[in-house]
């Protein structure tokens, strides 16, 4: 039970403001940040709010919340905090995303948040003491939380570039004494070879199990979409989840940890490696490299030919990759002494990016 905490409405705690226009037409260099329906999305030279901020969407995505630590601009598709009524804002920012705020959408058709309907939600709200200790606990899980992501970013930094280094720029150890030589993608060390991408990695398709059966959905199988993608290296989690019984119903199989997926239809190119045993849908393929070609070997190689990928889509729906388009792929392939090489010192930094984007997901929890 919660005790001595108020019955209220949304409207008794805080006052709800719509934001600002502001064409990026014109917007002006500056240090003030812009903030849209999915947070900070540019800058500019003058302030429309003054700082601590709290600020949701209005329009466009729906039910994300943004704490901003200086004066900002907040756009006209989001409402802000305009008045705290005397409570702590980092306890209302935390506060209004146990609100749901996505399912409260008041426009019809197009998805939208009423301020007047929601200063009139019904809320509990506890003494301004127990918001600041309640604050004060979840700011430091935070502040762990973006420390961790620091590092995440700085580790998949290093390994993009040390592959660039090796594999793009040929800087690799002994490169000193290695003997240049004519290809069709240019010159390479003579030991390595141009290659269809099929030639480093299996390319496998992936299924959907019928989704109107409730006996295939809800198990213990982690099921890949492209909405799952992250933009770290792995995927820890999953929006769906089939059974063994669906998994036999569909064409998907049950891919091994560090598979690498890639989103093949709509959002084209986005790879990641799985952090779990999971299946995936059919607007994905799965990668697994050839001959003992490490996954890290080829994640990175797929990612450094991403643009490629994006221009060579076609659909009249929607853009999408097929089998071929790998097949069409040409790449720079090493030797495997090399390959090899590179795998043992990307293990332990890949470790490392797992653990703490798994550390991450359980804060966030």
């Not at 329009?59 to 905090?81: A, S």
């Not at 209302?92 to 008041?106: G, V």
Request: glycine letters at 6%.
């Amino acid at each position: 039970m919660v005790f001595n905490w108020k019955d209220c409405t949304l409207g008794d705690v805080i006052t709800l403001q719509r934001g600002f226009d502001l064409p990026s037409s014109k917007r002006q260099d500056g240090k003030v940040p812009v903030v849209s329906s999915s947070g900070i999305s540019g800058y500019h030279n003058v302030a429309k709010v003054k700082a601590p901020g709290v600020v949701t969407g209005r329009y466009g995505t729906l039910g994300e919340v943004f704490h901003i630590d200086q004066d900002f601009w907040p756009l006209n598709t989001t409402l802000y905090v305009k008045n705290f009524k005397d409570n702590d804002h980092k306890f209302i920012s935390y506060f209004l995303k146990t609100l749901n705020l996505a399912h409260q959408n008041t426009a019809g058709a197009v998805p939208g948040l009423n301020r007047n309907a929601l200063h009139l939600l019904p809320v509990k709200i506890p003494s301004l003491p127990t918001q600041k200790k309640i604050a004060a606990i979840l700011s430091a899980y935070d502040d762990l939380i973006e420390n961790n992501t620091r590092h995440i970013k700085i580790l998949e930094e290093m390994a993009e570039t040390l592959y660039h280094e090796w594999f793009v720029k040929f800087r690799f150890p002994g490169h000193e004494h290695t003997k240049m030589v004519d290809s069709e993608l240019g010159l390479i060390p003579e030991s390595w070879e141009v290659a269809s991408f099929t030639d480093i990695a299996d390319i496998l398709s992936g299924g959907t199990p019928k989704t109107k059966i409730l006996e295939y959905w809800n198990g213990n199988i982690p099921f890949f979409t492209p909405k799952d993608a992250p933009d770290n290296f792995y995927v820890t989690e999953t929006e769906k989840s089939i059974t063994e019984i669906g998994l036999s119903k569909c064409n998907s199989k049950l891919y091994p940890k560090n598979i690498v997926f890639i989103t093949a239809r709509g959002t084209v190119g986005k790879a990641v490696m799985a952090a779990v045993d999971m299946a995936m849908n059919q607007s994905c393929f799965a990668l697994r490299g050839k001959d003992e070609i490490n996954q890290y070997f080829v994640l990175l190689t797929i990612k450094n030919h991403v643009q490629h990928l994006q221009k060579a889509a076609s659909g009249a729906t929607f853009d999408a990759i097929i089998i071929d388009t790998f097949r069409r792929l040409l790449v720079i392939k090493p030797d495997i002494l090399l390959i090899n090489t590179f795998g043992h010192l990307m293990s332990p930094m890949f470790d490392l990016v797992l653990n703490l984007i798994q550390k991450n997901s359980n804060l966030r929890r």
